[in-house]
């Protein structure tokens, strides 16, 4: 067995790139909403309420289900409770 190293869980896990890629801004929007939560110290019903979702919704986002989430309805999250969201491209190493 050879040993290989990656850069993100992702890039060893996914089956692409493209969709390594999609995780890790997934995830990082995900941690930034759950930080800002934490921070303003927002029950789950506040929190889907500045976030413009429901209280389950909230919920899933705190236990980390990924897969239920899309980077639109993240971003709009993000957005909707006053946090900005800066892109950066980078050649792929």
């Known amino acids: 067995m050879s040993e290989q190293s990656f ?10 790139p493209a969709e ?3 995780m ?14 934490r921070t303003q110290g927002w029950t789950q ?9 429901t209280q389950p919704r909230v919920s899933d986002l705190l236990r ?6 899309g980077l639109d309805s993240l971003v709009n999250m993000v957005a909707s409770c006053g946090l900005h969201v800066e892109l950066r491209i980078l050649e792929a190493a």
């Not at 980390?64 to 989430?69: A, E, H, P, W």
Request: no cysteine; net charge negative.
């Open 7 to 16: 850069t993100s869980v992702w890039d060893a896990i996914e089956d692409t």
């Open 20 to 22: 390594a890629e999609n």
């Open 24 to 37: 890790k801004l997934r995830s990082s929007l995900m941690m930034a909403l759950e930080q800002h939560i």
């Open 45 to 53: 019903a506040e929190a889907a309420r500045h976030l413009g979702v």
């Open 64 to 69: 980390g289900k990924i897969g239920l989430f």
